[in-house]
């Protein structure tokens, strides 16, 4: 029995899953069910009344430390518990025997393709990245067995200690294939596993629980139609495969806690309609208040813009319309924040237009990416300084820099890369030591580029990271300090005062995870991949229109992938439904400007699958206006 204080709330599905005593387990965890609260509650059972080590694995760095801070809360920092991502405890055993070993990830794989195969064309390189993957992806034990073409860059990355990003996991796969003392301290060492956002998985990430599962009892929690990462290899049909290989005991979380029984209606019948195997039918609402779903047509992608700040503005300041006055039976009856609406869309693409408009209107906004914001410009270009003045950069992050000076083109950076080590820590000391050897033009770009990184740590460490970039980074390369990213930039730096290495450190230990700041006065444009986990209370789903949700594939595809591609789609446009909690606008245009030319748009086929009983109009009259009508219209859609 599960003592007393474990079952403090759960819900008596959440209480039959925390107290299992199966050895193998999977969880459908359905939208706002509590699923991360009760793979906690699991864990926290099996360290105290089980007495068992615990393995937690999830899929980015910034989702396990948040696993990790909630069971130090409970358990103490001292838990027999660790909490890894899957390349994270895959590195750990890689390096108990190698503990200099370093990650190649995407850059520095291309940098060094590029250094040994220079006169490749750019199909020729294409098709060599494209074979490395292959190889990766098939055969995970031996990568000495690799074709002829193949083996200089992984003798490459032998001689500098260094593995590819893609390795990574199958090397600690065949690790547990030897069955030698290592992998049997490997297995040992496992206790339970428990694999959260299971529906995320991949082939290799895969075959690595199943490794695992020969001597661990396994846990695994995810839901198969929030299986939105098709593009990064995940497949849901391992969630599947998993049920079939192990006959685990099986559950269901359906309550959901965050949305209204309008909302939860929708979706159900949303994700219902989808004809593939991956549906968790039966959701059930389990929170407070009814949930609201308003629907409108806009002429253009502008005058959606304009319509979505609009009703930004009357929910923060107060409208007179009764269907939006009370904001879906609030409770608490308190206001609306900035940070608590969303607007979610298909592609980033989408944000621009968003985004001008929300400015024009003096609305703050937080773009958020499934790629960190600073990885893109404008931010790009202080990240990477930042990573170069900490030592903290790699060849590819130097190169990336020299790149944009005037007069220093590809070709000039293929006559860098010989001179370049691989796996080099401080490239720009590298390059500076034979500045003689180089062209005029590169040396003297090296030399600034040394005096530059010694003006910035000066002035770090004089008066802090966010001075040294304004006056030193800032001027250089003619960003504006007012630019929305910049200033998002700047104050994280702020946060690390004058700590470079800090500052560097943590950009790049949360590169692989969505930058979302909850406590930003800001409304999140952001797209609906980035969104995955995170609720508000109004979201906007914007640009519903065939061609973008779902979205047009830019190949042709056979009927079984325009199938698997259509599932995705549709999953994608219930995550974004799922995120809200009192109230959606759906929302799509006429027409919308596409690579320069206006063209006419059809609402999406989702929007079909939708009762029209539980859709309202949305009006957009001004926001002092006044309407009598004590019945809101429902809406015909088509």
């Keep these: 029995k599960t003592a007393p204080g474990l079952k403090k709330n759960l819900n008596p599905e959440q209480q039959q899953v925390v107290a299992s005593q199966a050895e193998y387990i999977i969880v459908k965890a359905g939208p706002g069910t509590g699923k991360t609260h009760t793979l906690v509650r699991r864990v926290i059972r099996m360290v105290t009344e089980e007495k068992t080590f615990c393995t937690v694995i999830t899929f980015t760095n910034k989702a396990a430390d948040e696993l990790q801070q909630r069971l130090d809360q409970e358990l103490g920092p001292a838990a027999p518990v660790?909490?890894?991502?899957?390349?994270?405890?895959?590195?750990?055993?890689?390096?108990?025997?190698?503990?200099?070993?370093?990650?190649a990830g995407p850059e520095m794989r291309r940098w060094l393709l590029r250094s040994l195969y220079p006169d490749d064309t750019a199909g020729e390189f294409k098709k060599r990245e494209q074979d490395i993957a292959a190889l990766l992806e098939k055969t995970p034990a031996q990568l000495s067995s690799c074709p002829a073409g193949?083996?200089?860059?992984?003798?490459?990355?032998?001689?500098?200690?260094?593995?590819?990003?893609?390795?990574?996991?199958?090397?600690?796969?065949?690790?547990?294939?030897?069955?030698?003392?290592?992998?049997?301290?490997?297995?040992?060492?496992?206790?339970?596993?428990?694999?959260?956002?299971?529906?995320?998985?991949n082939g290799n990430q895969y075959d690595l629980v199943l490794l695992l599962a020969a001597t661990s009892p396994v846990f695994a929690i995810g839901d198969p139609n929030q299986a939105i990462y098709g593009f990064r290899g995940s497949d849901p049909a391992w969630f599947y495969r998993f049920i079939e290989a192990l006959h685990p005991e099986q559950h269901s979380l359906v309550r959901n806690y965050r949305s209204g029984p309008v909302l939860v209606k929708a979706a159900g019948q949303l994700i219902g309609a989808d004809p593939g195997p991956d549906s968790l039918a039966g959701p059930m609402a389990g929170g407070e208040g009814q949930g609201d779903i308003f629907i409108h047509r806009s002429s253009s992608a502008v005058a959606e813009a304009v319509f979505i700040a609009g009703q930004v503005e009357r929910l923060l300041g107060g409208t007179s319309h009764r269907e939006i006055d009370k904001l879906a039976d609030r409770s608490d009856d308190a206001g609306l924040a900035l940070g608590d609406i969303a607007v979610l869309y298909r592609t980033g693409r989408q944000a621009e237009v968003l985004a001008g408009v929300f400015a024009e209107r003096g609305l703050p906004v937080q773009v958020v990416d499934i790629v960190p914001f600073y990885l893109s410009d404008p931010a790009l270009v202080l990240y990477l300084w930042v990573l170069i003045a900490a030592e903290r950069g790699d060849s590819a992050n130097l190169l990336a820099l020299l790149g944009r000076e005037k007069g220093i083109g590809r070709r000039s950076l293929g006559g860098l890369e010989p001179l370049l080590p691989v796996g080099c820590r401080d490239p720009l000391a590298a390059l500076s030591g034979v500045k003689e050897k180089l062209p005029a033009r590169l040396g003297a770009a090296v030399a600034d580029f040394q005096a530059l990184r010694t003006r910035l740590r000066k002035t770090a460490a004089e008066t802090g990271i966010e001075p040294a970039l304004r006056s030193i980074v800032l001027p250089r390369?003619?960003?504006?300090?007012?630019?929305?990213?910049?200033?998002r930039f700047l104050r994280l730096a702020v946060t690390f005062g004058s700590s470079l290495t800090s500052l560097a450190d943590h950009l790049q230990h949360y590169k692989d995870s969505v930058v979302y700041d909850k406590r930003a006065e800001a409304v999140a444009l952001m797209t609906l991949h980035a969104s995955k986990g995170l609720e508000f209370p109004v979201v906007f789903l914007a640009g519903l229109e065939e061609g973008l949700l779902p979205f047009a594939p830019r190949q042709p595809l056979t009927a079984a992938e325009e199938q698997r591609h259509l599932e995705e789609e549709r999953r994608l446009f219930y995550v974004g439904l799922t995120r809200a909690e009192r109230m959606v606008f759906l929302s799509h245009a006429a027409g919308r400007r596409i690579?320069?030319?206006?063209?006419?748009?059809?609402?999406?086929?989702?929007?079909?699958?939708?009762?029209?009983?539980?859709?309202?109009?949305?009006?957009?009259?001004?926001?002092n206006r006044r309407h009598a009508r004590n019945k809101i219209q429902q809406l015909s859609l088509f």
């Design 82 to 103: 660790f909490v890894a991502t899957f390349h994270g405890y895959c590195l750990h055993w890689l390096r108990r025997d190698n503990p200099g070993l370093r990650v």
């Design 150 to 201: 193949l083996q200089p860059y992984f003798a490459a990355l032998e001689a500098a200690n260094l593995v590819d990003i893609d390795a990574v996991i199958p090397l600690a796969a065949s690790l547990l294939r030897q069955r030698d003392q290592a992998a049997a301290t490997m297995r040992r060492a496992a206790g339970a596993l428990f694999i959260d956002e299971f529906q995320d998985l």
């Design 477 to 487: 390369y003619q960003l504006d300090p007012a630019e929305g990213e910049v200033v």
């Design 595 to 623: 690579n320069g030319k206006t063209c006419s748009r059809q609402p999406s086929r989702f929007l079909r699958e939708i009762p029209a009983a539980l859709l309202r109009r949305a009006e957009t009259g001004q926001a």
